[in-house]
T-cell receptor, first 112, second 112 residues
Framework: GENVEQHPSTLSVQEGDSAVIKCTYS??????FPWYKQELGKRPQLIID???NVGEKKDQRIAVTLNKTAKHFSLHITETQPEDSAVYFC???????????WGAGTKLIIKP | DTEVTQTPKHLVMGMTNKKSLKCEQH?????MYWYKQKAKKPPELMFV???????INESVPSRFSPECPNSSLLNLHLHALQPEDSALYLC???????????FGPGTRLTVL
């Protein structure tokens, strides 16, 4: 079955610097890749997603890139701010797989 | 209304109690989900309802019983739970299966 690996498990960056979180997936049929942000005690919130027919998607300071050949996708956050501190989860799914397969999560710490 | 709501926010119950968790959405979504989330872990899928029919039961113990009374409501009935069932229970909905999922705030359940 599908497996999603996420790295690093913890990422500490200086405020204003960029952060990159990477995920790899095993099922080449996967075609939907969302990223969720979960602040402490809060619900997971979708921050950006990408489908397999595009290689990159941007939304202000957040971007996601997808490399289908290598089966990995990455979240890029530029000009990090304190409110970016949270746990970030990647996930993958396909038309034949009935559920999102989640990565283990990355705790992002923004140092002032 | 673009939110998924859940009640109660917190629930403490004994192992012999019967309680119910409730979830509601008014976005016209036809897929609704129950997830269980332990601390520092990704959400773990329990049940999926699609068009008010149970589509997926991820081998969840029978002490958890889902119910979908109509397209806007989703319940999770709890009976004879174990302390290890203590977790954050999240409800989510999506327009259709595997589209973008919107999460509710969750119910923090403690089983004594």
């Amino acid at each position: 079955g599908e497996n999603v690996e996420q790295h690093p498990s913890t990422l500490s960056v200086q405020e204003g610097d960029s952060a990159v979180i990477k995920c790899t997936y095993s099922d080449s049929a996967s075609n939907y890749f969302p990223w969720y942000k979960q602040e402490l005690g809060k619900r997971p919130q979708l921050i950006i997603d990408i489908r397999s027919n595009v290689g990159e998607k941007k939304d202000q300071r957040i971007a996601v890139t997808l490399n289908k050949t290598a089966k990995h996708f990455s979240l890029h956050i530029t000009e990090t701010q304190p409110e970016d501190s949270a746990v970030y989860f990647c996930a993958a799914s396909s038309d034949s797989n009935y559920q999102l397969i989640w990565g283990a999560g990355t705790k992002l710490i923004i140092k002032p | 209304d673009t939110e998924v709501t859940q009640t109660p926010k917190h629930l403490v119950m004994g192992m012999t109690n019967k309680k119910s968790l409730k979830c509601e959405q008014h976005m016209g979504h036809r897929a609704m989900y129950w997830y269980k989330q332990k601390a520092k872990k990704p959400p773990e899928l329990m049940f999926v309802y699609s068009y008010e029919k149970l589509s997926i039961n991820e081998s969840v113990p029978s002490r958890f019983s889902p119910e979908c009374p109509n397209s806007s409501l989703l319940n999770l009935h709890l009976h004879a739970l174990q302390p290890e069932d203590s977790a954050l229970y999240l409800c989510a909905s999506s327009q259709q299966w595997l589209n973008e999922q919107f999460f509710g705030p969750g119910t923090r359940l403690t089983v004594l």
